[in-house]
């Protein structure tokens, strides 16, 4: 099994900053595409930003310019820099791994705890 443990979540005021970790360890085959979801109070669970394994960034349109994803293959590691945070941005957020395996060709997706994310106006 592959867990993945999160941190990095708190209480800041808008303007402020987080940066999220997301740690992905056990058996491990290889991962491919790492990501971030976020899911508010009564909403839809949503794609914040998504890396693929060669790090190769994409976000969605609500946090262009203000959040950056990166990763650290050799720590199994992605992290979600977050700046100028809303309070639209408050969530709960999610990190996923994609471990591939070689035979059968089976990719899945695991996912992490959830930190939560609140940003006070």
């Known amino acids: 099994q592959v867990q993945l443990v999160e941190s990095g979540g708190g209480l800041v005021q808008a303007g402020g900053s987080l940066r999220l970790s997301c740690a992905a360890s056990g058996n491990i085959v290889g991962i491919n595409a790492m990501g971030w979801y976020r899911q508010a109070p009564v909403k839809q669970r949503e794609l914040v930003a998504t890396?693929?394994?060669?790090?190769?960034?994409n976000y969605a349109d609500s946090v262009k310019g203000r959040f950056i994803i990166s990763r650290d293959n050799a720590k199994n590691t992605v992290y979600l820099q977050m700046d100028s945070l809303k309070p639209e941005d408050s969530a709960v957020y999610y990190c996923h791994a994609d471990d591939r395996t070689v035979h059968p060709p089976i990719m899945n997706r695991y996912w992490g705890q959830g930190t939560q994310v609140t940003v006070s106006s």
């Open positions: 890396i693929s394994s060669g790090g190769n960034p």
